[in-house]
């Protein structure tokens, strides 16, 4: 069974920090690309960051959070992990992890990250 478990999320006061974390269990981590998306109601889903998998682990970012996160992996624990500091109020939405190889593709429960004062 395909497991992908998001924790960290939570209340910050803008300018502040968080770690995400999320937990793979039953694929083979190293192979996957891995992505972090954050969705807020009513609308689409989006990408904030992904690192590729296998060879290369190459790293992207959507414009609007350039510079402020930063998505990581650590293949011998199963983990990834997206770092975000200056956060804003903008950032509040719910945070996902997927995970991708070929045609298969997996998503986790999702993480609140509410950005207020």
């Known amino acids: 069974q395909v497991l992908l478990v998001e924790s960290g999320g939570g209340l910050v006061q803008p300018g502040g920090s968080l770690r995400l974390s999320c937990a793979a269990s039953?694929?083979?981590?190293?192979?996957?690309?891995m992505k972090w998306y954050r969705q807020v109601p009513g609308k689409e889903r989006e990408l904030v960051a992904g690192?590729?998998?296998?060879?290369?682990?190459?790293?992207n970012y959507a414009d609007s959070v350039k510079g402020r996160f930063t998505i990581s992996r650590d293949n011998a624990k199963n983990m990834l992990y997206l770092d975000m500091n200056s956060l804003k109020t903008e950032d509040t939405a719910i945070y996902y992890c997927?995970?991708?190889?070929?045609?298969?593709?997996?998503w986790g429960q999702g993480t609140q990250v509410t950005v207020s004062s």
């Open positions: 997927n995970a991708i190889y070929g045609s298969l593709r997996y």
């Open positions: 039953g694929i083979q981590f190293s192979r996957f690309d």
């Open positions: 690192m590729s998998g296998f060879h290369g682990y190459q790293r």
